[in-house]
């Protein structure tokens, strides 16, 4: 489990959730497991002081003294002492119960680690019961211990995290290959790492943030709308030629079914089921003629040729079961 600090992340809709989301569970944690994770590997430096961890990970409120100046009213004793000190470590004593952790404060009362021990939320409580200035100073050097830790750690980024920045990039890019591969080619050069993979876990937020205001540069082409397209004017001939072969030999039909009625029953429905193709076609595609008139008007009453010339049909056409 790696240190963390309490930054909160920006606001990025879904992707800000799970960062959230994260930062909650993190912060939820008691800092004692933070804390022992690298013990004394990576000491809290406070200008020339050191400040010592037991071996759970708590801090030494007597070097905090000194490094604050040592000044007699700021002793631990005092503080510890002090009412909301109590109710600030019996509220955390309250969540490690339930998280079976040790206690927030412990003194050791011999040998060379002698001294009172808490975890750093009194720490920061501490510091700033002593003086603002203090309180931001201490802020700042745990803040830049952390990141030491996290720099010495180099974790890339999770699975989950790779595929939340493909996520944007893909959502961003729209398809677009060249939009995607400079999306991709400038968080790389801007991060300084050979592949998007290699992303450092501390820099996930930022690369959120990088890839979602990033301004796009590339270009992409327009296709002609198919409209202008020449395969459109190609469908539209073949639904006229449809119709219009269908309509001049209804004649033909007709003596068809005198002829061979059954077998005629058979072949209209071919007829009728070309015609509904066409019509629905037609409809898709917004076929009209100068006028704005539709190729086939709603009652399926009357086809609107492309050239000028109109033709009156019967509904049954499009729809009848039989011919």
């Known amino acids: ?42 000491p809290l430096a406070i200008g020339d002081f050191s400040i010592r961890q ?30 909301q000190t109590k109710d600030l470590v019996a509220e955390i004593e309250s969540e490690n119960h339930s998280a079976n952790l040790q206690s927030a404060i412990k003194s ?26 203090f309180h931001l100073t201490v802020i700042r050097a745990y803040d830049a211990m952390v990141m030491q830790w996290q ?39 801007h991060f300084k790492i050979p592949r998007y993979s290699e992303l450092l876990a501390i820099h996930f937020e930022d690369a959120v943030k990088y890839l ?9 082409e327009q296709a002609p709308k198919f409209e202008e397209n020449e395969m459109y004017e190609k469908i539209r001939s073949l639904i006229e030629a449809i119709l219009s072969q269908n309509g001049m030999m209804n004649d033909l039909w007709k003596a068809l079914e005198l002829m061979c009625p ?33 190729l086939i008007d709603g009652y399926c009453r009357t086809i609107n040729f492309s050239t000028g010339i109109r033709m009156g049909v019967n509904p049954k056409w499009f729809n009848a079961q039989s011919w």
């Not at 890339?156 to 290959?177: N, T, Y």
């Not at 058979?266 to 009209?288: G, P």
Request: proline share 2%; with cysteine.
């Open 54 to 83: 037991d071996e759970d990970g708590r801090y030494c409120l007597h070097d905090l003294h000194k490094a604050s100046g040592g000044a007699e009213k700021h002793q631990p004793a005092f503080f510890v002492r002090n009412k």
């Open 212 to 220: 979602e205001e990033m301004v796009i540069k590339s270009k992409v």
């Open 151 to 189: 720099m010495n750690d180099r974790k890339s980024i999770s699975p989950e995290q790779q595929a939340l920045l493909h996520e944007i990039v893909d959502r961003r890019s729209k398809g677009e290959r060249k939009i995607y591969a400079e999306m991709w080619s400038r968080h790389n050069r």
């Open 262 to 294: 059954r077998d005629m029953r058979d072949y209209a429905r071919y007829i009728i089921r070309s015609n509904e193709l066409a019509r629905e076609v037609s409809i898709d595609l917004n076929y009209q003629t100068k006028q704005g008139l539709p």
């Open 1 to 42: 489990m790696k240190l963390t600090d309490n930054k909160k992340a920006p606001d990025f809709g879904r992707y800000g959730a799970l960062m959230k989301s994260q930062s909650v569970r993190k912060n939820n944690m008691s800092n004692l497991t933070q804390n022992r994770v690298s013990t004394n590997t990576q």
């Open 108 to 133: 050791i009362n011999g040998g060379k680690n002698r001294g009172t021990y808490v975890v750093k939320e009194i720490v920061y409580a501490y510091a700033m019961w002593i003086s603002a200035k």
